[in-house]
């Protein structure tokens, strides 16, 4: 029952702040409800047991990611009006692209998931724990994917360095 | 009832009354420290040797004028404060200031609680505390508070990184992130892990003194250059609140190195009933004192060495911290495969 | 260090920062007020602007005869006050043509070294101070106070000596004051090791200082830079041994240069200099001759028409006097000065540029200004 009615809350309270994240005139301000917002599902990552990746969720992305985005619009000027450089009815557009493809996203995993359901626990985990647990996954179940996020990561760091340093 | 509400309540209350305590009067430590390292005196006059200092500028700060700038983002600028403060408490949480004792033949633990991801939880905590120097920054509206909060948001982000990777290898000795855990698990290894992982000592206090911002790692707040840098546009109570959230920090990352490092509450040589005599000292007090020693070297340091430069922090943050934090760690990892492979085998 | 003055300008819409430094601002020495041009944190470009503290001593000294402006002279450079009265009492005795004893000519040795000291004691304190090392500021306080106690005890001010007549001293050395000067030279010397040891060899202020703000000998020279400033730049030029005034022809002491004209070595010569002085202190203290203190002096001081320039080697560079006097009035016709701090001031936005904000105070503090001079 209690955890019924916390999901509820943290639900909607994801929610708003996402709403807020979108409709906030002042950027900053629309990255502060972004990290709220990331708070949050941290939240919901406690109740559903996962305090390994509720506390990943804050350290990477609100400590870390949404920090880069506060950086990076006190950096830039962005006081200016954005009709004065954007095509408002374009960016309408591509909006709708991408909610739409989005959304034909979230659909294939919902229906995904109700076909083949995820085991409920790893069967072969011989460890206890959910921070020994998410390591055995990643190393023997996921290892590929893992490996594969860490070369795209690396990818991205190396194209970042080139980008922000023109003369090497 | 009692075991599930009523104790953790009033160990909060205890530890927050305790904390905050503890924070005012780290204001009037520094000081003094300071003073003495100066041949000054220090305060004086509040109370004798000036003991009640903090009660006398807690008084001043809360009856002066709070000022918001009129240009100000008015709710990010009155959030900023609280963002400071607020992560800077809430990790005293899942510190240990001793074991589990019977205090009127109830058993209660020396920690508000003592989670399996607890090394982490402070790593993470912490690392929220940051949005209240960029955003007070921001919210200022103002080019000094803004150039300090750039400063601070690239310095605990690089900063953060090194201290993270440097954990990771006390994790490997310890073989678990719970902080209780690492300390029981110094206790069975037979030394500190100060002795253990040297090198992760001397990058977790490097790296503490740069991500609370303390002297030579200032410069957020650099008086000389930025003219107080963050807060130079807050006044009155919540100025007081950046200030308290600094020492509140301070005293985190000490006592964090201390569990980590020097054995959290337990006696120096636990294992030795020979100096079982230094058992009459309770846990909690050694913990206190090691903290304590921490700090005063926080307050010795700032009191003798010149400021970094920013981009020099910077770099030897990305090109030496970094570096030899990714070493220590592979090091650590091969040792401790081999150690484990090696007891494998005479197992 | 070639820094564009936009990049990624299409990319992102950057603009350059102005801020105002001063002329409230801790670390700008008083008043002065610099507006810096940033990208980032780096200096594009700078502008000095003066004149928060300016008194019109100059003209002042137009209105009052030539012993009043003496105290003036005190409020130019008030950290090394009696400087400033040796330098223009000895112009007004070169316009004059009156010897002075040569027992005041040591003294003013003497004083003039003593000054030298507090004020680089001054200096030193602040620019460890700008650079985040508090301790040592007060450390260098604490012997400067015990130069102000000297001077007390033989003027009877602490900051505003008047402590120079024309044509010799305004009193006789107290009994006992020699001591208290060789003690003072005993602890100074002990003292210059604990200086030296927070921040010569300390790791920190090296890297603060070393290629910060370099400026060669002939770019100093052009600028018009002067005292240690100069002398960091690798130019052996010093008044005192150069043009020898009071009784330094009689002294025996070195003149350090620095090579590389940076922030460091300009450090390094201000701290030999320390030593420097406390060597001739202790000549002028041994040789001390008997004797008057003050030569002869006409009743009226009214210089015949003409005009000088004397120059001596303040503490911050060459504190220059020029004095036109139309022979008929007691008071000088027009007095101007060339005031070291003034002069050096010029170079800093020449070497503040391409640095850092964190720099800019570690230069100011590098030329060692003071603003009452600046501006007079």
Not at chain 1, 59 to 67: C, P, T
Request: proline share 5%; with cysteine; hydrophobic share 50%.
């Amino acid at each position: 029952m209690g955890e019924v009615v916390g999901f509820y809350v943290l639900a909607t309270l994801i929610l708003v702040f996402a709403g807020l994240v979108i409709t906030a005139r002042n950027t900053t301000h629309s990255v502060l409800f972004l990290m709220m917002d990331f708070l949050s599902v941290a939240a919901l990552y406690v109740l559903l047991g996962a305090e390994f990746v509720a506390v990943i969720q804050i350290l990477v992305y609100a400590g870390g990611i949404v920090v880069l985005y506060l950086f990076v619009v006190m950096l830039v000027n962005l006081k200016r009006p954005p009709e004065s450089y954007r095509d408002p009815r374009r960016q309408g557009k591509l909006g709708v692209v991408l909610a739409a493809a989005v959304l034909v996203e979230m659909v294939a995993v919902a229906g995904y998931s109700r076909v083949a359901p995820a085991p409920v626990a790893a069967a072969v985990s011989p460890v206890v724990g959910n921070t020994e647990e998410v390591g055995w996954l990643l190393y023997t179940q996921y290892l590929i994917p893992f490996e594969l996020a860490s070369m795209l990561l690396l990818v991205a760091m190396v194209g970042a360095i080139l980008l922000s340093k023109r003369e090497l | 009832m009692v075991d599930a509400v009523v104790i953790p309540l009033l160990k909060i209350v205890i530890v927050l009354v305790a904390t905050l305590t503890a924070v005012s009067y780290m204001v009037l430590l520094e000081r003094k420290v300071i003073a003495w390292t100066q041949a000054r005196l220090g305060p004086m006059r509040v109370g004798p040797h000036g003991i009640l200092q903090p009660i006398a500028d807690a008084l001043k700060l809360m009856i002066k004028e709070d000022i918001t700038p009129a240009r100000a983002d008015r709710w990010v600028f009155t959030l900023a404060p609280i963002l400071a403060m607020v992560p800077a408490l809430i990790v005293y949480a899942v510190i240990p200031f001793g074991p589990a004792v019977e205090v009127f033949g109830r058993p209660v633990t020396l920690y508000i609680t003592d989670i399996n991801v607890g090394l982490l939880y402070v790593v993470s905590v912490t690392s929220v505390g940051v949005y209240g120097i960029i955003l007070a920054g921001y919210a200022s509206n103002s080019k000094y508070p803004m150039l300090a909060s750039l400063r601070a948001s690239a310095q605990l982000i690089s900063y953060e990184v090194a201290v993270t990777l440097t954990l990771v290898s006390v994790v490997l000795v310890a073989g678990t992130l719970s902080l209780v855990g690492i300390v029981e698990a110094q206790r069975e290894a037979h030394v500190w892990y100060l002795f253990a992982q040297p090198v992760a000592f001397a990058l977790i206090v490097i790296g503490g003194l740069a991500e609370t911002n303390r002297a030579p790692f200032d410069m957020p707040e650099a008086e000389q250059e930025l003219t107080g840098g963050f807060h130079t546009e807050y006044s009155g109570m919540r100025f007081a609140l950046f200030f308290l959230a600094e020492y509140a920090n301070m005293i985190v990352v000490s006592s964090v190195a201390t569990t980590l490092f020097l054995g959290g509450y337990l006696r120096p040589f636990p294992n030795v009933a020979a100096f079982g005599v230094l058992d009459i000292v309770p846990s909690w007090m050694w913990f206190l004192l090691k903290s304590f020693a921490f700090l005063y070297f926080f307050i010795w340091i700032r009191a003798t060495l010149p400021r970094y430069r920013y981009d020099q922090l910077m770099r030897l943050g990305w090109k030496v911290l970094i570096p030899i934090a990714i070493a220590n760690l592979v090091v650590t990892a091969i040792v401790r495969v081999l150690l484990v492979a090696r007891v494998g085998a005479d197992g | 260090m070639e820094t564009p003055a936009v990049h990624h300008g299409a990319m992102f819409d950057t603009d350059e920062l102005v801020i105002n430094m001063g002329p409230q601002h801790p670390s700008t020495h008083g008043v002065l007020r610099v507006v810096l041009r940033l990208d980032g944190e780096t200096v594009v470009d700078a502008d000095v602007v003066i004149g928060y503290l300016h008194r019109g001593i100059e003209k002042l000294s137009e209105n009052r005869s030539y012993t009043q402006v003496i105290l003036l002279t005190d409020r130019m450079d008030y950290v090394a006050a009696a400087t400033n009265n040796v330098g223009y009492c000895e112009t007004v005795e070169k316009l004059m043509g009156i010897e002075v004893p040569r027992r005041a000519r040591y003294m003013r040795t003497l004083v003039c070294e003593l000054q030298r000291i507090a004020s680089h004691c001054l200096w030193l304190g602040t620019h460890a101070m700008d650079a985040g090392a508090m301790t040592v500021f007060l450390y260098a306080f604490r012997e400067r106070e015990l130069i102000l106690d000297l001077f007390e005890e033989y003027c009877g001010a602490r900051l505003t000596y008047n402590s120079m007549r024309i044509g010799g001293l305004p009193q006789e050395i107290p009994p006992g004051w020699d001591r208290k000067v060789r003690e003072f030279c005993t602890i100074m010397d002990g003292k210059l090791v604990e200086y030296e040891e927070l921040l010569t060899h300390n790791r920190i202020w090296r890297e603060r200082t070393k290629g910060i703000g370099v400026i060669d000998g002939a770019a100093a020279m052009a600028i018009g830079l002067s005292g240690p400033s100069l002398r960091g730049s690798g130019v052996p030029r010093d008044l005192r041994r150069d043009e020898p005034y009071a009784a330094y022809d009689e002294m025996d002491f070195d003149v350090p240069i620095g090579l590389a004209g940076d922030t460091y070595d300009r450090y390094l010569v201000r701290m030999e200099e320390f030593r420097q002085s406390l060597r001739i202190i202790r000549q002028a203290i041994d040789g001390m001759p008997e004797g008057p203190i003050v030569g002869r002096v006409p009743r009226l001081i009214k210089p015949p028409a003409g005009e000088t320039y004397h120059a001596i080697e303040s503490p911050k560079g060459e504190l220059g006097f020029f004095i036109v006097s139309d022979g008929r009035s007691m008071s000088p016709y027009r007095v101007r000065v060339r005031p070291p701090s003034f002069c050096n001031l010029q170079a800093l936005p020449q070497l503040i540029k391409g640095h850092l904000i964190a720099d800019v105070v570690v230069l100011i503090g590098s030329i060692d200004i003071v603003l009452g001079e600046v501006d007079r």
